[in-house]
């Protein structure tokens, strides 16, 4: 009698994949011995919104990935196109179908990790995909197994690393390296320039090396807060990234790109005289519009008012504001403690942000712009 074929799919968004994914995939073809691994990456994940990386560039790290774990060449595994070529959300129990109607009779196993697996009874029609696959799940590291719904699964022989794609995704947007991933996987990023690589790049070459570190502190921070309270994780990583494009022009250079771009800064004369660095923020959502081809006003918004705040914040605009005050290697005390308060009370933070540059500008002698009144004033009023 004929054995089943043994068909394994894996499915996520890689976006971008890691140590972790392939640790999985090595485990699955040692232990489970399939047929056929169909790697699946998703058009679009119904949990984490659009992927940074395209399909093909997701497909090319994939490959890539594959042979630095020592499988690239194992004819079982492909990477298959499926809901790319969909060109749509596609929920799982749709993945799983198709694969039931491909190989009519043989034994699906669907493969996970923990992170996954946690959430799994929330998945749209998830009871469909177990009756058509058998789950198998891998315990990663920092993910225990749980299982409060008595889902049945098989548990994937192995530990595996904990490195997960979006935490990956927010370091490589504010610049860090990432050991969760293959040096191919980084060279292809870098060559590429994606999640922000080239940008990067390119801002830097008119920042000092102190004023890099502070971008990379800023766009991480402000990516953990975009996180946190549902703001768009890419508009945070761009504007944390070029928050302070201009700010090393000094005085003259800043002058002169406000004058020469006729830019519309309060009070610009006497800003000129009294507090010339102010105009970095202008300048910088000028230089982001037409340098690096920023064209989403939120962005340039956040940019714009990370210096003086604003009297109409918007999300980002806290976020931005918070991030360039309270991000890692601000040496005041404060910092801190608003970076810590963040993570609980956005507007609080960004309030207390507010008060604590006022504060010093008044301990220092310095000069208060009228927008710095403007946005403690509204605050004020607004204060429930």
Not at 200 to 226: F, K, Q
Request: proline fraction near 6%; include cysteine; glycine fraction near 10%.
């Amino acid at each position: 009698m004929e054995n089943k074929r043994r068909i394994v799919i894996y499915g996520g968004t890689f976006d971008p994949p890691h140590k972790g994914h392939f640790a999985l995939i090595r485990s699955a073809l040692k232990t489970l011995r399939p047929d056929g691994l169909y790697v699946v990456p998703a058009f679009r994940s119904p949990f984490k919104g659009l992927p940074c990386a395209s399909f093909s560039e997701r497909a090319a790290m994939l490959r890539d990935g594959l042979k630095s774990a020592g499988i690239g060449r194992d004819e079982r595994v492909k990477i298959h196109p499926l809901e790319a070529d969909r060109g749509r959300l596609t929920y799982t129990w749709r993945t799983v179908s198709f694969f039931r109607k491909e190989f009519p009779g043989a034994e699906l196993l669907f493969l996970m990790g923990s992170d996954c697996f946690e959430t799994f009874h929330r998945w749209k029609n998830y009871r469909r995909i177990l009756g058509s696959a058998r789950l198998v799940v891998g315990a990663r590291e920092g993910f225990p197994l749980k299982n409060p719904e008595k889902i049945p699964y098989t548990r994937l022989k192995g530990r595996f690393p904990p490195a997960a794609s979006t935490g990956l995704k927010m370091g490589l947007f504010a610049g860090f390296d990432q050991p969760g991933l293959f040096k191919s996987t980084r060279k292809y990023i870098s060559a590429h320039g994606l999640y922000a690589a080239g940008l990067r790049r390119e801002a830097a070459r008119g920042m000092t090396r102190a004023r890099v570190d502070h971008t990379r502190a800023v766009t991480l921070l402000a990516l953990e807060l975009a996180v946190k309270y549902g703001a768009d994780p890419e508009k945070a990583a761009l504007a944390g990234i070029l928050h302070d494009a201009a700010r090393d022009l000094g005085p003259r250079g800043l002058s002169a790109r406000a004058r020469g771009n006729r830019l519309k800064v309060p009070a610009f004369r006497e800003t000129l005289r009294k507090a010339p660095i102010i105009l970095h923020a202008y300048a910088g959502a000028d230089m982001a519009a037409k340098k690096f081809g920023v064209k989403d006003p939120v962005v340039l918004k956040a940019i714009r008012s990370h210096t003086l705040g604003s009297s109409s914040p918007g999300l980002l605009d806290k976020i931005i504001y918070v991030s360039d005050l309270a991000a890692d290697g601000r040496d005041f005390p404060e910092a801190d403690r608003i970076r810590e308060l963040a993570f609980r009370d956005l507007d609080a933070a960004y309030a207390a942000a507010n008060y604590v540059k006022l504060v010093y500008i008044l301990k220092s002698g310095g000069w208060i712009h009228p927008e710095s009144v403007k946005t403690w004033n509204n605050l004020l009023e607004n204060r429930g």
